[in-house]
C-alpha cells in the first residue's frame, strides 16, 4: 500500500510543486515536447496556458542566453558530456526574467544507439543568482576601496606555515612573482633591524580576536627604505592553529608629510630659520636654565628693505632675506639660534654669552648683512641692519621682558643712525618710551580680557547717497587705559606689531565684532570690514579660525570684507596673495588699503585681484589746492575702474575735496566729514533699525 502510494503521479506532482521543480520531456523524433504544470507555474502560468510546442522554451529563453543553451544540449547529444546542465533566463508572465537551472540528459536510445528521448528538471534559481550579484557589487566596492587606498591583503596559516601576499602587497614589499604563495619567513628578511623585534612581537598569535596596528620600516631588495602600517588579527579555526590575517598599506609619503609639518610648525618657510612661536619655547627653556646665562638675546632689524622691495620687487626681498638668513646662521656659534620674528625682523640667543663676545657678534651680523648676496635683481641696493642687544641673567626673567629689552635697544640703534647696534640699559631706556611700550602691549593684551578694548566704526559712503545704501563700515578698535582715558590706535596698534600680538588682537576684533552683530549681517543690515596685520596676514591657520567663527557666528562670508596694506604684503608677498585667493573663494571682500603711499601699489593691483582700492588719505587732504593729487587720484580711479576695482576715498574732511571726488566718478568715501568713528554697537542699532536691503545666508 505504501509502495502504491509512492509510486502515485498525484504525489509525484505534488513533491515538483513543493519543490519548484519544472519537468520537460522532448521527444526528438517528433519535436514534441511536454511540460510539467509545475513548469508553466513557475512562470506565472496556469495549466493548458502555454501550448507543449518542441521549442516553447526557446521561445521564452532570454536572447543572450539561447545559444549557451542550444549549445549545452548539443554537445550532450554528440556525446562530449554526460548531461545537460546550464544556467538560462525564462520570460514570467508578467514579463521579468527568471534564472533557472536546466538539468537533464537522454533517457532513451533507438536500436542503433542514437537518442531518441531526452528528459530534464528546471529549477528556479533566482534568489541565488541575486545573492551572488550582490555579493560581486559588495567585491567590486571593497576591492575598489583597496585599491583606493593602496592597502594590501595577506595571510598565514599557522599549521602549514604557508604565507600568501596579494598584488598589492608584493608590490609594497617590492617582491616579484607570479603568485601569491610566497616563503613563511620571507616577510621576516624584509624588516628595518631597528623596528624587528617589536614588529614581530606585534605579529604573534594572540588568544583574541582584537585588531593589533603597528608601524614599521622595511629595506627592499633594492635598499630603499619604506614606512608601512599593518593590522593584524588572528583568526581561530576548529580542530586548527588558526590563521594570522592582515593588511598592508605604504605610508612612506605620510612619515614624509608629517616631518614636513613638524619642521613647518617650527621654522620660517621662506628662510629655514626658526619662527616666532619656536622661538619664544626656545627662549623660555634657555631663560629657565642656569647653566646657560648670561643669555644674550639679540634684535635684528633689518634697514631699508622696504625700499628694496619697491625698487626691485617681492621677489627680489624674498633673495635678500634668504641671503641675510645665510648670512647671519654663518656668524653663529654652535649653540646659539636664529629666528625670523617676521617682516624684516629676525632675534637670535646666545648662551653663555659675555658682553664683549655679544659686541664682537653684532659686528660680524652688520657685516653679513652689507655683505648678503641680494640676488642679481637688487646689485644696485644694499641692506644695512639695526641691531639690539639684551641680556638675561635672571632665571625669572620672561620671554615678553626679553625681547622687550633687545628691541628697545633695537630702536635705540636705529634712533642713533642705523647700521650698527646697541646694548640695553635700563637707565637708557626709562627716558626713551622703550619700556612705556613694553607696558602698552601687556596692557592690550590684559584690555582683550578685562573689557577695555572697545569696538568702535567708521562708515563708507557711497558719495552723494544716504549711508543706507552701501551699509559698510570699517571696524576699528579703540583701547582705555586703567585710568579710563582713551589710547589712540597710533600708539597701541604700532606696539602690537612691534611686540608680536597683533595677530593675537585682529582675531579678538575679529570673533568679538562677528559675535556680536551676526545676526545683523545675516539680515542684511550692515556689512562689516576688517583690518589685518601683516602677522596676521601670514598665519596660515587664519582661514580655519575665520571660517569657525562664521560658522559659529551665523555671519555670512559675503558680509565681511578684510582690508590689507602695501606694508603688510610686502612682508609676505606670497602669503597675501594665498589670503586674496581663499578670501574670494569664500566671497569675501578684499580691499587694498593706503593704496599709491607706495612704489609698488601698481604691481600689486596687477597680482591681487582685489574687490576695490581705498585711496591713500595722503592724496585726497589737499586734493582741493594739489593738482598733483588730483591728477594721481583721477589716474588711480581710472586705472582701477578698468580692472573692475571699486575705489574708496580715505580721509575726505572738506566738502570742495568731496566734489572734486565726486566729479572724477570716485564711488566710494571715508572720513570725518562723511561720519566720525563711534561705537560699532551704535551703528548696528542705527542700522537694524532701518529696513535692510537684502538678506545674506
Request: net charge negative; charged share 25%.
Amino acid at each position: 500500500m505504501a509502495e502504491d502510494k509512492i509510486r502515485n503521479g498525484e504525489f509525484w506532482a505534488l513533491a515538483l510543486e513543493r519543490a519548484h521543480l519544472g519537468v520537460w520531456d522532448w521527444d526528438i523524433l517528433s519535436g514534441d515536447c511536454f511540460y510539467s504544470p509545475t513548469w508553466s507555474h513557475m512562470l506565472g502560468y496556469e495549466d493548458g496556458e502555454l501550448a507543449n510546442t518542441g521549442d516553447l522554451w526557446l521561445q521564452l529563453t532570454h536572447p543572450d542566453d539561447r545559444e549557451r543553451a542550444l549549445a549545452s544540449g548539443e554537445r550532450h547529444i554528440a556525446g562530449l558530456t554526460t548531461s545537460i546542465e546550464t544556467e538560462l533566463r525564462l520570460r514570467h508572465k508578467d514579463g521579468h526574467w527568471i534564472w533557472v537551472l536546466d538539468r537533464g540528459g537522454i533517457v532513451e536510445r533507438d536500436e542503433t544507439g542514437r537518442p531518441v528521448r531526452l528528459m530534464g528538471v528546471q529549477t528556479d534559481i533566482s534568489r541565488q543568482k541575486e545573492a551572488e550579484a550582490e555579493l560581486e557589487r559588495v567585491n567590486v566596492r571593497f576591492r575598489l576601496a583597496l585599491a583606493a587606498s593602496g592597502t594590501g591583503i595577506w595571510h598565514h596559516d599557522i599549521d602549514a606555515n604557508k604565507s600568501y601576499w596579494d598584488a598589492r602587497t608584493r608590490e609594497i614589499f617590492g617582491l616579484v612573482a607570479d603568485t601569491d604563495e610566497v616563503a613563511a619567513d620571507l616577510w621576516h628578511t624584509y624588516l628595518h633591524p631597528d623596528d624587528k623585534d617589536t614588529t614581530e612581537r606585534a605579529h604573534l598569535p594572540l588568544a583574541t580576536d582584537a585588531v593589533i596596528a603597528s608601524q614599521y620600516r622595511i629595506i627592499r631588495r633594492d635598499g630603499e627604505i619604506r614606512h608601512v602600517e599593518s593590522l593584524v588579527r588572528f583568526i581561530a579555526a576548529p580542530d586548527s592553529a588558526g590563521q594570522i590575517l592582515g593588511t598592508v598599506r605604504d605610508i612612506t609619503e605620510d612619515k614624509k608629510r608629517e616631518r614636513e609639518l613638524a619642521y613647518a610648525a617650527h621654522h620660517d618657510a621662506l628662510t629655514g630659520l626658526l619662527n616666532r612661536a619656536a622661538f619664544d619655547r626656545l627662549l623660555a627653556v634657555h631663560i629657565a636654565t642656569a647653566r646657560l646665562l648670561p643669555l644674550a638675546v639679540f634684535y635684528v632689524d633689518l634697514d631699508y628693505f622696504k625700499a628694496l622691495n619697491d625698487f626691485a620687487g617681492h621677489a627680489a626681498g624674498d633673495l635678500a632675506l634668504k641671503g641675510v638668513a645665510g648670512g647671519i646662521l654663518g656668524c653663529l656659534p654652535l649653540s646659539a639660534r636664529a629666528a625670523r620674528l617676521g617682516g624684516d625682523e629676525f632675534a637670535l640667543l646666545v648662551p653663555n654669552c659675555q658682553p664683549a663676545a655679544a659686541e664682537t657678534l653684532a659686528g660680524a651680523i652688520l657685516a653679513a648683512v652689507r655683505d648678503a648676496d641680494l640676488g642679481l635683481p637688487a646689485t644696485s641696493r644694499k641692506l644695512a641692519a639695526s641691531i639690539g642687544i639684551a641680556f638675561v641673567d635672571d632665571t625669572t626673567t620672561t620671554v615678553a621682558d626679553a625681547l622687550a629689552c633687545a628691541d628697545d635697544a633695537c630702536y635705540a640703534a636705529k634712533a642713533a643712525g642705523r647700521n650698527r647696534f646697541a646694548v640695553f640699559s635700563a637707565d637708557s631706556a626709562s627716558g626713551s618710551g622703550g619700556l612705556n611700550a613694553a607696558r602698552v602691549a601687556a596692557d592690550t593684551v590684559d584690555a582683550m580680557d578685562d573689557g577695555r578694548l572697545k569696538l568702535f566704526g567708521q562708515e563708507i559712503h557711497l558719495l552723494g547717497k544716504p549711508w543706507r545704501e552701501s551699509r559698510h563700515v570699517e571696524v576699528l578698535a579703540r583701547l582705555a587705559g586703567r585710568n579710563g582715558k582713551l589710547i589712540p590706535p597710533g600708539e597701541f596698534i604700532p606696539v602690537a606689531e612691534r611686540f608680536g600680538i597683533a595677530s593675537r588682537l585682529d582675531r579678538w576684533i575679529i570673533r568679538t565684532a562677528l559675535s556680536q552683530h551676526g545676526p545683523a549681517m545675516k539680515s542684511g543690515a550692515i556689512t562689516l570690514g576688517f583690518n589685518l596685520s601683516a602677522q596676521t596676514l601670514s598665519d596660515p591657520l587664519l582661514w580655519d579660525f575665520v571660517d569657525a567663527v562664521i560658522a559659529e557666528t551665523g555671519a555670512p562670508h559675503s558680509a565681511v570684507g578684510f582690508e590689507i596694506t602695501e606694508t603688510a604684503a610686502v612682508t609676505n608677498f606670497d602669503a597675501a596673495e594665498q589670503f586674496v585667493r581663499k578670501a574670494r573663494e569664500r566671497q569675501c571682500r578684499v580691499s587694498l588699503d593706503d593704496f599709491g603711499a607706495g612704489m609698488s601699489s601698481f604691481e600689486y593691483l596687477r597680482r591681487f585681484p582685489v574687490d576695490q582700492i581705498k585711496i591713500d588719505g595722503s592724496f585726497i587732504e589737499n586734493i582741493a589746492q594739489s593738482r598733483f593729487d588730483r591728477e594721481i587720484v583721477s589716474a588711480i580711479a581710472g586705472i582701477a575702474k578698468s580692472l573692475g576695482c571699486a575705489v574708496v576715498a580715505e580721509k575726505i574732511e572738506e566738502q570742495a575735496a568731496l566734489d572734486i571726488l565726486r566729479d572724477m566718478g570716485v564711488a566710494y568715501g571715508q572720513g570725518f566729514l562723511l561720519h566720525r568713528p563711534e561705537p560699532l554697537e551704535a551703528i548696528v542699532a542705527r542700522a537694524s533699525a532701518e529696513a535692510p536691503r537684502k538678506r545674506f545666508g
